[in-house]
């Protein structure tokens, strides 16, 4: 059993940057992020192989401004969000899993999941 624990959301004007930390107590294959909007289904945002080397992946409406990173020492993946719009205001969620894959993660590729973090992009 893995246990992920997020920290790092919070409220942040529009242009601005968040970075939220995601601290696994085991290792998985690969580690990524989701994020449910008000309404919406929960959506992959980005992802992580850390397998062998790292490999990373993102989602098309965040690719160019979020960054997925890991500090393998500390086994704690981090997602950098920078030019941060409305649209990005959710409630976002680590994820991990066993499968050895690069790609848009599926709900189903995770083993476990974070409790989740507040991402508000508000003026």
């Known amino acids: 059993q893995v246990q992920l624990v997020e920290s790092g959301g919070g409220l942040v004007q529009p242009g601005g940057s968040l970075r939220l930390s995601c601290a696994a107590s085991?290792?998985?294959?690969?580690m990524g992020w989701f994020r449910q909007a008000p309404g919406k289904e929960r959506e992959f945002v980005a992802m992580?192989?850390?397998?062998?080397?790292?490999?990373?992946y993102y989602a098309e409406p965040v690719k160019g401004r979020f960054t997925v990173s890991r500090d393998s020492a500390k086994n704690t993946v981090y997602l950098q969000m920078n030019s941060l719009k409305p649209e990005d205001t959710a409630v976002y969620y680590c994820?991990?899993?066993?499968?050895?894959?690069?790609?848009?993660?599926?709900?189903?590729?995770?083993?476990?999941w974070g409790q989740g973090t507040q991402v508000t992009v508000s003026s």
């Open positions: 085991g290792r998985t294959n690969v």
């Open positions: 992580l192989n850390h397998r062998n080397s790292v490999i990373t």
């Open positions: 994820a991990a899993g066993y499968r050895d894959y690069v790609g848009p993660l599926r709900e189903d590729d995770a083993n476990y």
